[in-house]
């Protein structure tokens, strides 16, 4: 070896140079020059051999070509969204895991004897290390790269004799404490001791601290008599035992929870249900018993709860494109995300033709906003998108069968909730969905719910409450798709980010819908999902607000308050919509004066009477306002409008509508003026005023505004 990273990384194997050469591993500055589609960079070739000792192969385009792993000497992190650990070993595309069976051992003997006791862990250079020093080990690419991908034990694993040979485990020394190496060493044994007959032996290798220990570590740092001793002490696993690991491929304790988890089922389950279930419970193992009581029957699900070699997490989490297992402050926690659903290309017109009619009167520019939508996110899962489809339109306009189309190619990962309860206490939906369809929401729901709604829509951190299980904060990163009848479901605020909101058309020719429900119902949407994922974004990504729709506009118009429309004219007001105002208010003074209500024309005398001495300014008090709008104050309080009309009723309404306050840098409670302190609300020019101003500025500003009275006067000379 002549590359310096390469003679470390041999040291730190504990593996000589020499050996190396023996077992055929060699250096390269270049792997790309040997394999081309592996990419460039330093590392370590590993040849594999078959049990006669030849080199193992592969085909390659019609040529056989040496199979090999590569430990890389210097490879970058991947790239993406979420963080993963640094590349370390890769082999030649499409090739499937092997068994590497160091060269130094005569493995057509050891397989045919089962005799031989044999030692299997993960990692080549650890069975280099072992084999150098007389023990028969073989070596996993991974902790379940044992078994073909349809789940047979690989051939050169299946030509080995099993019955009664003793069969080591020894994967590095976290496995104990590693629920994914757990579950892998569930699998490994039930299929060498339950359906091979071998005797199988877990050995847990010590830790150094806190540092973890692999069996070349161990090694060098004890000497093969300790590991001899390691395997002496480490009994043949009973037939109870070999049952309870074998349980770990399916069933997980979850320590946060108290309850099981069914990976197969995918759901928790309770220690009662777990212990008397149709599955778990009917497992059991027949003991001798004593002298008096003869064979007996154990529940293998009752030993299993308590058994060291049960498979054990702290938490579960939903981090799509991770791992299995995901390392946290606490432990080792179970991932949720378990890959896409199957899908695969195919026909998916039906469905295209319908997204085309469905957003046919949308601007031209944002017809294909949806779809990109959900196309962006299933290609950025772990993306949360602030932003939700609400689509409205009478019945029968196929905007449902639309979005559910999606939402079932995702198979676990969409789901449907109950627009009654969609912002109510218990949300277990949002644990693992990606995608959550609400259909026929009302306003009233929508408006009852809105603040939850924003929430969810916008907040990776999220609580999550379900029955029988402790309220904790999870990353949520469902997109929402709202469907509605009734058009005051799209009245969102005029400021709001998160809704693009759809007018969709009348139904159209039924042919449309009877194809779609056709296409749907031969498997449709697992092509679907195929087409979402490989669309080309063309390096589109969502905006941080929703477009503005014409149905999101008329619908904000529509439930508008008299005060909420008064808001809008005021965030483009000027000078000249003040004097139309006070305009408007003399009229209405003038309109009272011959109402006949004594109450009404006091009112209309003092507004006035307070008019033609209004200042016309971009801001005014409570009171000011109240004079300056009675048309308004009128309509909010109908018959019980008199002289005790509180002077806040329009200025809060104002505020909430986002109209602002003038701030006064030197007294929080307002300015002095006229031998009172006041508030002021900001009506007009807002960027100009949106600055704290000194009480000094303020006095200097007041002194300089016209009266409505004097503009009055000079625009009629």
Not at 215 to 244: Q, V
Not at 246 to 268: C, F
Not at 301 to 323: D, M, N, Q, S, T
Not at 476 to 502: E, H, K, L, P, Q
């Amino acid at each position: 070896m002549q590359l310096q990273a390469a003679r470390d990384q041999l040291a730190s194997w504990g593996i000589p140079p020499e050996i190396a050469a023996q077992a055929g591993l060699f250096e390269t500055a270049d792997v790309q020059a040997i394999y081309p589609e592996m990419g460039t960079g330093e590392g370590i070739i590993i040849p594999y051999y078959d049990l006669a000792g030849r080199l193992l192969t592969y085909d390659h385009g019609g040529t056989a070509r040496p199979f090999a792993r590569v430990r890389w000497l210097a490879k970058p992190e991947q790239m993406g969204f979420v963080k993963r650990k640094p590349i370390r070993y890769t082999q030649p595309s499409h090739t499937g895991p092997q068994v590497y069976l160091c060269p130094l051992m005569q493995w057509e003997e050891v397989a045919a004897d089962p005799r031989v006791p044999i030692v299997i862990t993960e990692g080549e250079a650890k069975a280099i290390a072992g084999a150098m020093l007389g023990f028969r080990v073989l070596a996993l690419g991974g902790v379940y790269s044992f078994s073909t991908p349809g789940g047979e034990l690989l051939p050169a694993l299946a030509a080995f004799k099993w019955e009664a040979r003793h069969v080591y485990v020894a994967f590095d020394s976290d496995a104990a404490t590693n629920p994914n190496v757990v579950a892998a060493e569930a699998r490994l044994v039930d299929e060498l001791q339950r359906k091979r007959g071998s005797h199988c032996h877990i050995v847990r290798l010590p830790a150094a601290g806190t540092e973890k220990v692999g069996l070349d570590d161990y090694l060098r740092a004890h000497g093969p008599e300790a590991f001899e001793r390691l395997l002496e002490e480490s009994p043949s696993l009973s037939g109870l035992d070999a049952k309870i690991i074998s349980m770990n491929e399916r069933y997980a304790w979850i320590t946060q929870e108290g309850m099981i988890y069914d990976t197969k089922q995918r759901k928790l389950v309770k220690k009662d249900n777990f212990t008397n279930g149709e599955d778990s419970g009917s497992i059991t193992v027949l003991t001798m018993g004593g002298p008096k009581s003869g064979p007996k029957e154990i529940s293998v699900a009752v030993k299993w709860l308590k058994h060291p070699h049960a498979r054990r997490y702290g938490e579960i989490l939903f981090r799509p494109e991770e791992g299995d297992t995901i390392d946290t402050e606490t432990g080792p926690a179970l991932n949720l995300w378990r890959g896409w659903p199957e899908h695969s290309p195919g026909d998916i017109s039906p469905w295209l033709r319908l997204n085309e009619f469905l957003f046919s009167r949308l601007d031209p520019s944002l017809r294909d906003f949806p779809l990109k939508l959900l196309a962006y996110k299933l290609q950025n899962p772990a993306k949360k998108i602030p932003l939700a489809l609400v689509l409205i339109g009478t019945q029968g306009s196929g905007k449902t069968v639309w979005a559910d189309a999606v939402r079932r190619g995702l198979g676990d990962y969409g789901v449907t909730a109950n627009p009654a309860t969609f912002g109510g206490e218990f949300q277990g939906f949002l644990e693992k969905s990606l995608l959550c369809t609400i259909h026929e929401i009302t306003p009233q729901q929508m408006r009852s719910q809105s603040e939850t709604v924003k929430g969810l829509i916008s907040d990776l951190r999220r609580p999550m409450n379900e029955k029988y299980r402790p309220v904790r904060d999870i990353n949520s990163y469902t997109m929402y798709i709202f469907t509605a009848n009734n058009r005051g479901v799209g009245a969102f605020a005029s400021d709001d980010r998160r809704m693009f909101v759809v007018d969709c058309p009348k139904p159209g020719d039924q042919s449309l819908y009877n194809d779609v429900w056709a296409w749907l119902d031969a498997g449709g949407a697992r092509h679907l999902l195929h087409y979402l994922l490989h669309y080309d974004l063309k390096g589109w990504t969502p905006p941080q607000r929703a477009p503005l729709t014409p149905e999101k506009h008329l619908a904000n118009q529509e439930a508008m308050t008299p005060v909420q429309r008064l808001a809008e004219e005021m965030k483009n007001a000027d000078q000249h919509v003040i004097i139309q105002w006070l305009d408007s208010a003399m009229a209405w003074a003038s309109a009272m004066e011959l109402s006949g209500n004594p109450a009404a024309q006091s009112r209309a005398r003092a507004v006035a009477q307070e008019a033609r001495s209004f200042q016309i300014r971009p801001w005014y008090t409570p009171e000011e306002l109240a004079m300056l709008f009675p048309a308004i104050v009128e309509n909010l309080l109908g018959s019980k409008f008199n002289s005790m009309t509180p002077a806040g009723l329009i200025s809060r309404q104002l505020r909430e509508a986002g109209c602002p306050y003038l701030v006064n840098r030197d007294d929080p409670k307002g300015f002095r003026y006229g031998g009172q302190i006041r508030q002021y609300i900001i009506v007009a020019q807002f960027e100009e005023w949106d600055h704290p101003i000194s009480q000094d500025d303020f006095e200097r500003s007041m002194r300089n505004w016209p009266t409505y009275g004097a503009l009055k006067k000079a625009r009629a000379a």
